[in-house]
């Protein structure tokens, strides 16, 4: 087994609300995000508000690192969350097709301001086996981002 360092605090486990005994762990990575050639000085600190379906508020706050920006003294990156799944993987699953989509709610650091937002589609497809990886765009009004 692999030991994943977690830097990023997570203010609940999975699915929300649910206690009782830890089945699994999932880990959510977000280590960079990279702007579009015509937008890379669109803002150089940026932060990712996680908040899962049926959570109150934002669990989990991100900061990687942008793609082609050398890190100043104020942005140390925390890119990996841990979560308990305290549902066995039946009802977990389950949980993951009512969800459908998490959403990612993406902030210029610097002014706090929402810059877009980063829906994870297809959740039910996550598993053990098959995770979700790529890179994913941010909406916004603007139509300025990737990440």
Not at 76 to 94: G, N
Not at 112 to 133: A, D, E, F, Q, Y
Not at 138 to 146: D, L, N, P, Q, V
Request: hydrophobic share 35%.
């Amino acid at each position: 087994k692999e030991r994943i360092q977690e830097d990023v605090c997570v203010r609940t486990s999975l699915p929300p609300c649910v206690e009782g005994p830890v089945y699994a762990i999932l880990i959510c990575h977000i280590p960079k995000l990279r702007w579009l050639p015509k937008h890379q000085s669109v803002c150089r600190s940026i932060t990712i508000k996680v908040a899962w379906w049926g959570e109150d508020d934002t669990s989990a706050i991100f900061k990687p690192q942008i793609s082609g920006v050398s890190l100043d003294h104020r942005q140390q990156p925390s890119t990996t969350a841990k979560y308990y799944i305290r549902s066995e993987l039946i009802q977990f699953s389950k949980y993951l097709i009512d969800a459908a989509e998490l959403v990612l709610k993406v902030y210029d650091t610097d002014t706090n301001r929402m810059i877009g937002t980063v829906k994870v589609k297809n959740l039910s497809t996550l598993s053990i086996n098959n995770p979700i990886k790529g890179y994913l765009p941010i909406f916004s009004r603007r139509r300025f981002a990737r990440s």
